[in-house]
């Protein structure tokens, strides 16, 4: 079985500066990881996914993720963050064993730009 | 281009009435996914079709909850009847291919409340 952990459900973080939000995740085959964001009252829109190579994953909006296999996380970044920001940001795993397993949505967490 | 499709936004009903929530997935993508997003539950899925077959149902909660997907452009979710534990954000999701490492593209929900 596999399943993800999102330590804060709440960021708060002040315009322009850095922010990190973790993600580690459980399983017992190789994973495939995405970070999805939901704006209010929209759904869930991909940012960034890591299949396989390069662990260090870029994403939309000027957003990337690190894939740490001996930490098993999947913590994702942006140097400097805007108002737009402003969303719940979800990670997921999925088994790489043929990717028929279903996806694992942690519990989100919600970042709020302080402006 | 078109996103995932869905109709009603926003339903209001009273316990025991029927309830039916409409998808049209993005022209091409063969997998079409249901779940329910709750603040205690998070993000469930519910249902997956893969060529508008049926693969797993297993999230389904009881038998008052069905789906379908009568052709490759359409599906519903159906509840009957109602109760209000199933008040909940439901969301249609497509992919290409028939796997979970394909990002998934969500539609904006149905906010769903049953008095």
């Known amino acids: 079985a596999q399943s993800v952990t999102q330590l804060d459900s709440q960021v708060p973080v002040f315009e322009e500066a850095p922010v990190e939000l973790r993600c580690n995740y459980s399983s017992s085959v190789s994973v495939y990881l995405f970070w999805y964001v939901q704006y209010p009252n929209q759904g869930l829109q991909l940012l960034l996914k890591?299949?396989?190579?390069?662990?260090l994953v870029k994403g939309i909006n000027g957003f990337e993720a690190e894939f740490n296999k001996s930490q098993t996380s999947f913590h994702l970044r942006k140097p400097s963050v805007h108002i737009s920001d402003t969303a719940e940001y979800f990670c997921?795993?999925?088994?790489?064993?043929?990717?028929?397993?279903?996806?694992?949505f942690g519990t989100g967490t919600r970042l709020t730009i302080i402006p | 281009d078109a996103g995932v499709i869905q109709s009603p936004r926003h339903e209001v009903t009273e316990m025991g009435q029927e309830v039916t929530l409409r998808c049209k997935p993005i022209s091409g993508h063969n997998s079409l996914f249901w779940y329910r997003q709750t603040m205690m539950r998070g993000l469930e899925l519910l249902i997956y079709f893969n060529n508008n077959v049926p693969i797993d149902d297993s999230g389904m909660p009881e038998d008052r909850f069905s789906a379908k997907m009568p052709n490759a452009s359409f599906s519903t979710l159906k509840i009957q009847p109602s109760e209000p534990r199933d008040s909940a954000v439901y969301f249609c999701a497509s992919s290409p291919g028939q796997l979970f490492n394909q990002p998934q593209h969500f539609g904006d929900g149905t906010r769903l409340s049953i008095l």
């Open positions: 890591y299949l396989s190579g390069s662990t």
């Open positions: 997921a795993v999925t088994g790489s064993n043929f990717g028929n397993e279903k996806l694992t």
